[in-house]
């Protein structure tokens, strides 16, 4: 049974899947999306209503309703992180999401605006910040400590003992080796391996694949 009603900021497919997930799996009533006035082309979104942000407290007050900020990592989290103290400044409770499909092992509850989906192991003592976003299938090693405004793609590992500073961006297949330091602003893509800390605004890459100089059918697979 749904007990609390949710207005959802954003327009895009991250909002099309926070719904997803907010009506499936969880005490929340999604009533309608919502974007700031320039962005607004139409009046509804996924059949239901699109208000303005500008505007949103005439239609659907602070007072009985929370919000969820539904944005991606451009920009480093930062357009993310700026809905979300919008949000917070109109006087809104931000909801979080954390799939009953998690292994959700850590005594310490989460900050606020919180996306964390399906097959994510958390382990004991992990402390996880406001508007941070966990993508299927993440290893969070005890004792991590992830602060505010980050986004963890698919498949990550993050060993023990590990803190992840602000606005970080980290890539699907990643590993971060234990007792290291993920400066804010760190771009991690795709497939790399950590072994020490990162530098502010630092971009790590991994080795790239080559192309071998035979083709799939002059290979013999045993």
């Given at each position: 049974?749904?007990t609390?009603?949710?207005?959802i900021a954003?327009?895009t497919s991250?909002?099309r899947l926070a719904?997803?997930?907010?009506?499936i799996?969880?005490?929340?009533?999604?009533?309608a999306f919502?974007?700031?006035?320039e962005?607004?082309?139409?009046d509804t979104?996924e059949?239901?209503?699109?208000?303005?942000?500008?505007?949103?407290?005439?239609s659907?007050?602070?007072s009985?309703y929370?919000m969820f900020?539904?944005?991606?990592y451009?920009?480093?989290?930062?357009?993310r992180?700026k809905?979300?103290h919008?949000?917070k400044?109109?006087?809104?409770?931000?909801a979080?999401?954390?799939?009953?499909r998690?292994?959700?092992?850590t005594?310490?509850p989460t900050?606020d605006?919180?996306?964390?989906?399906?097959?994510?192991t958390?382990?004991?003592?992990v402390k996880?910040?406001?508007?941070?976003v966990?993508?299927?299938?993440?290893h969070?090693g005890?004792?991590?400590?992830?602060?505010d405004?980050n986004?963890?793609?698919?498949?990550?590992v993050?060993s023990g003992?590990v803190?992840v500073?602000?606005n970080?961006?980290?890539g699907?297949?990643?590993t971060?080796?234990d007792a290291?330091?993920?400066a804010?602003?760190?771009l991690?893509?795709?497939?790399?391996?950590i072994?020490?800390?990162t530098e502010?605004?630092?971009?790590?890459l991994?080795a790239r694949?080559?192309k071998f100089?035979?083709?799939?059918?002059?290979i013999?697979?045993s």
């Amino acid at each position: 049974m749904k007990t609390k009603k949710l207005v959802i900021a954003g327009n895009t497919s991250n909002a099309r899947l926070a719904r997803y997930f907010f009506d499936i799996d969880s005490d929340y009533e999604v009533v309608a999306f919502s974007v700031n006035k320039e962005y607004i082309k139409e009046d509804t979104f996924e059949g239901l209503p699109l208000v303005s942000l500008e505007e949103i407290e005439k239609s659907y007050p602070a007072s009985g309703y929370e919000m969820f900020v539904a944005v991606g990592y451009t920009n480093m989290n930062k357009i993310r992180e700026k809905l979300y103290h919008y949000c917070k400044e109109k006087g809104y409770t931000l909801a979080n999401y954390i799939s009953s499909r998690c292994s959700f092992l850590t005594q310490f509850p989460t900050g606020d605006n919180c996306f964390i989906l399906e097959d994510n192991t958390i382990q004991p003592y992990v402390k996880i910040g406001n508007n941070v976003v966990l993508w299927s299938g993440n290893h969070i090693g005890h004792d991590v400590k992830i602060e505010d405004h980050n986004f963890i793609s698919s498949h990550v590992v993050i060993s023990g003992f590990v803190t992840v500073k602000r606005n970080c961006f980290i890539g699907v297949n990643a590993t971060l080796r234990d007792a290291i330091t993920i400066a804010p602003e760190t771009l991690i893509a795709a497939g790399a391996i950590i072994m020490k800390d990162t530098e502010e605004k630092g971009v790590y890459l991994p080795a790239r694949s080559t192309k071998f100089d035979k083709k799939s059918d002059e290979i013999q697979i045993s």
